[in-house]
């Protein structure tokens, strides 16, 4: 099977000027030419986007992707380093809601809440 981009981004979910972005940064290689000089992408580019995009709603900055090079290993670190990124923003917003819920409760900002 062979994909325009403007398919490969449907199919995917993300737009066109996202996979060049992603073509400039190197993250995703250029596919062959159509007869015409369209690109036609295959199953690999479908992966390697799929790739690429999971890796990015699970918070990897996409330099630390760039660093996986095209085979789309991520270097563990950088997941333990976004897990504990994660982590922290957790902790920081079961605080936030426990501070709405006193609010809620007591009905006024108290500076012990701020």
Do not use: C, F
Request: charged share 25%.
């Amino acid at each position: 099977m062979a994909w325009s981009t403007r398919e490969l981004a449907e199919l995917t979910g993300t737009t066109v000027n996202t996979i060049r972005h992603y073509h400039r940064l190197g993250l995703l290689e250029e596919p062959e030419r159509r007869h015409n000089g369209y690109k036609q992408y295959g199953n690999r580019e479908l992966e390697r986007l799929l790739s690429i995009r999971r890796l990015v709603e699970l918070g990897v900055p996409l330099a630390r992707i760039g660093e996986a090079g095209t085979d789309g290993t991520v270097a563990p670190e950088t997941l333990r380093q976004v897990d504990a990124g994660l982590a922290a923003d957790i902790e920081r917003l079961a605080r936030a809601r426990s501070d709405i819920a006193a609010i809620l409760h007591d009905g006024a900002v108290t500076p012990q809440q701020m």
